[in-house]
T-cell receptor
C-alpha cells in the first residue's frame, strides 16, 4: 500500500517569500492533517480536513498560512510571506474514517523540511 | 503547564538494558493515549496504544495511570535498532473530532 506522499522534500527560501507544500494521502483516507515540527519539539497540528471540509484550524496562523483540499484528496499548504520562525518540518498525515469512527492511527508522510533565511 | 510533558532525555543505554520513559498530561478529560516512534529525520510512526489495564507488545510495555495523569513506556532488552525519539501522544477531545497532542519526545540512544 502506498504511503502518504509529500513534495518537495526540502525547500530553502528567503524571508518574505512564498512557499507551497503538496500532500497526497493514503487512498481512501478521508481525514488529512498538516503538522509543523520545529527542531526539538513534537509535531503541532496546524489544520485538519475531513474530505474537503476544515474540521479544525484553530492553530493555523491565518495571517500567513493557508491550506486547501479542494477535491477531498490532495492538499496544499501555503505560507505567504514566510518568516524565519517558520523554519521547520511540515508533516502531512492521514487517517481512516470507518462509518462514524475516526481511526486513532495517523500515517505520516516524510515531511518537507523548510529553511527560511 | 504544557499539555503533554516528557522526560527531557537523552537516554544513553547499553544494549540489553531496560529503560523507562515517563509522560504526564494536563487534560484530565483525555481519553486515548499512544506512543509514537520517530527515527532521526523520519516521520513519526505509531508504536503502540496505551490502555488503562496496561499492555505489552514484545519487549515494550505501556502503562496508564489516569488518577496521576501519567503514562509510561518500558523497553526491555534494548536493541541498537531501538535508538529513536519516543513521542508521548494524547488524543484531546476538544472542539473537533479529537486531535493528537504530541510531547516533545525523549531521545533514546542504545550503544553496543
Amino acid at each position: 500500500e502506498a504511503g502518504v506522499a509529500q513534495s518537495p522534500r526540502y525547500k530553502i527560501i528567503e524571508k518574505r517569500q512564498s512557499v507551497a507544500f503538496w500532500c497526497n494521502p493514503i487512498s481512501g483516507h478521508a481525514t488529512l492533517y498538516w503538522y509543523q515540527q520545529i527542531l526539538g519539539q513534537g509535531p503541532k497540528l496546524l489544520i485538519q480536513f475531513q474530505n474537503n471540509g476544515v474540521v479544525d484550524d484553530s492553530q493555523l496562523p491565518k495571517d500567513r498560512f493557508s491550506a486547501e483540499r479542494l477535491k477531498g484528496v490532495d492538499s496544499t499548504l501555503k505560507i505567504q510571506p514566510a518568516k524565519l520562525e517558520d523554519s521547520a518540518v511540515y508533516l502531512c498525515a492521514s487517517s481512516l474514517v470507518q462509518g462514524q469512527i475516526q481511526s486513532y492511527e495517523q500515517y505520516f508522510g516524510p515531511g518537507t523540511r523548510l529553511t527560511v533565511t | 503547564r504544557k499539555e503533554v510533558e516528557q522526560d527531557p532525555g537523552p537516554f544513553n543505554v547499553p544494549e540489553g538494558a531496560t529503560v523507562a520513559f515517563n509522560c504526564t498530561y494536563s487534560n484530565s478529560a483525555s481519553q486515548s493515549f499512544f506512543w509514537y516512534r520517530q527515527d532521526c529525520r523520519k516521520e513519526p510512526k505509531l508504536l503502540m496504544s496505551v490502555y488503562s489495564s496496561g499492555n505489552e507488545d514484545g519487549r515494550f510495555t505501556a502503562q496508564l495511570n489516569r488518577a496521576s495523569q501519567y503514562i509510561s513506556l518500558l523497553i526491555r532488552d534494548s536493541k541498537l535498532s531501538d535508538s529513536a525519539t519516543y513521542l508521548c501522544v494524547v488524543k484531546s477531545y476538544g472542539g473537533s473530532q479529537g486531535n493528537l497532542i504530541f510531547g516533545k519526545g525523549t531521545k533514546l540512544s542504545v550503544k553496543p
